[in-house]
C-alpha cells in the first residue's frame, strides 16, 4: 500500500493513476474524495489528461453509421429550445466560472464603453409600428443579478445597468449580444469599464430585441469577438420580458 | 506537414468558434462539430468498448453532453479536440466498468465528472504528441506496455494482473515508476 511509506511523489502517482482509470475500490474512492476537497490533486488529475491525450491521436478514427446524427438530433429535441438555452447558460457558468482560475471578480463593475458593431446592418425593418411597452432584462447567473438590461422600443434606447459582480479576465473583453428565440447570437458590441451604458440600437438590430430574446454576456478576445459568434464562456444572460 | 487535421491550428481554431456557437444553442454548429470529430471519437469508444452498438451509445451521448456543456469548455485550459477526446475515453470506461462490474464502482465511476484537461496542452499538440512518444519509448518495456494497456484498453490495476498473471504489486510498481519517470521527461 502506498501509504505505508510516505513518498513525495505520491500524490502526483496518485493523481496520473486516477486520470488513467486505474484504480477501483477503496483507492477509486478515495481518489475520487480526494478530487473535490483537494484543488492541487484536482490540477494534478487534469494536468495528466494533457500529458496523456495526445496518445488518442494513435487510434485508427471510424465513421460512425448514418444515423447516429439523426439519433443525437432526436435525443436534443426533446428539450425546449428557448428555456432549455437560459437554464443550461445559468447551469453552465457556474461550471466554467470554477475553471477559469485565472478570472477574478472585476468589483467595480464593468464599463460600458460601446464599440459598435462593423457588421453592416443589413435588413431596415419598421420598428416604429412596434412602439410596444419597455422591456427588461436581468442578466446574471444562477446566483445573482449582474446586469439589468432596459430596453425602450421605441426611442430604440438600450441601457445596461451593471448591479453585481462580473468575472473578468485580464487582457479580455465583454461582448454582448441578443440572441432571438430559435435564432443565433448577434453582437451588440463590447462593453469597457464604467457602471451605466447608453446605446441606440440600429434598425436591424432593434427588431431582434423581442418579448423572450436572451441578452447574454460573453468573455471575447480584446476588441470582441473575431468570428461574429461568441467564442467565450457566457458570464450572464437574460430574456427580456415586458418591464 | 504531415499533422492530423485536428492538430492543426486553423481547425482548432474552427472547433473553438464552433464550440462557442453550440455554448449558445446553435444545432448547426453542433453539427459542424459532430462532422469534424465523430470519426475519431467514435474509434476512440471503438477501441475501448470493442462493440459498435455501445460505442454508438456513448458517442450519442457525449454529443448530447457536448450540447449541455460547451458553455464550461475553456479555451485557455485544453484544445477542443482533447477536450473531446478526454471525455469519450472516460465516457467509454465508464461504459466498460459497468459491463465488467456490475454493482462495485458504478457509482464512483459515474462520480467522474471533471474531464476537462488542463492548460498544459495548449502548447501545440503535435509538438507534445512527439515529445510524448519519445518520452514513453525511453521507458522500461514493462512500464510502457502497462500504461498504454491502461490507456487504450481502460484496462484497471487488477485487470493487467489478472490478465498477464503477474501479482498486482508488481503491476504497481511497473506503472507508478514508468508514470514517474514519464513526468520527469515530459517535464525536461
Redesign the interface.
Known sequence: MSRERPDP?EP??TA??HA??????DE??DA?AR?SSDPEF??G???W?????????????????DD??R???A??GAAS?AN??LI??RR??A??RS??G?MTALAAGLALVLALPQRPVVTPAPVERAAASPMVAMLGDEKATKVVASWDPASRQLVLAVAGEMPSAPAHSHEL?V?PAGG??RSLGTMGGGKQMHMRLADALATLLQQGATI?I?VEPPGG?K?G??????VASGALSAA | MDEPASSHPNAREELQRLLGQVAVKDRAALKAVYERTSAKLYGICLRLLRDEGEAQDVVQDLYVTVWNKAASYDANRSSPITWLATMARNRAIDRLRRRRVPTETIDVALGVADERPSSFDVLERAEDALRLHRCLEALEDKSRSTIRAAFFEGATYSELAQRDDIPLPTVKSWVRRGLMRLRKCLEQ
Not at chain 1, 487510434?59 to 453509421?65: F, G, N, R, S, T
Not at chain 1, 459568434?229 to 457566457?234: A, C, E, L, N
Open positions: 511523489d502526483e502517482v496520473a493513476e488513467l482509470r486505474l484504480l477501483t475500490g477509486l474512492r475520487e478530487l484536482a490540477k488529475v487534469a494536468r489528461r494533457g500529458r496523456l491525450a495526445p496518445l488518442a491521436d494513435e487510434v485508427e478514427i471510424a465513421a460512425p453509421p447516429l446524427w439519433r443525437i438530433a435525443a436534443l429550445p432549455d438555452n443550461s447558460l453552465n457558468l461550471m466554467w475553471v477559469a485565472g449580444w440572441i443565433k447570437p447574454a460573453s469577438s468570428t459568434s461568441p467564442t467565450g464562456p457566457v
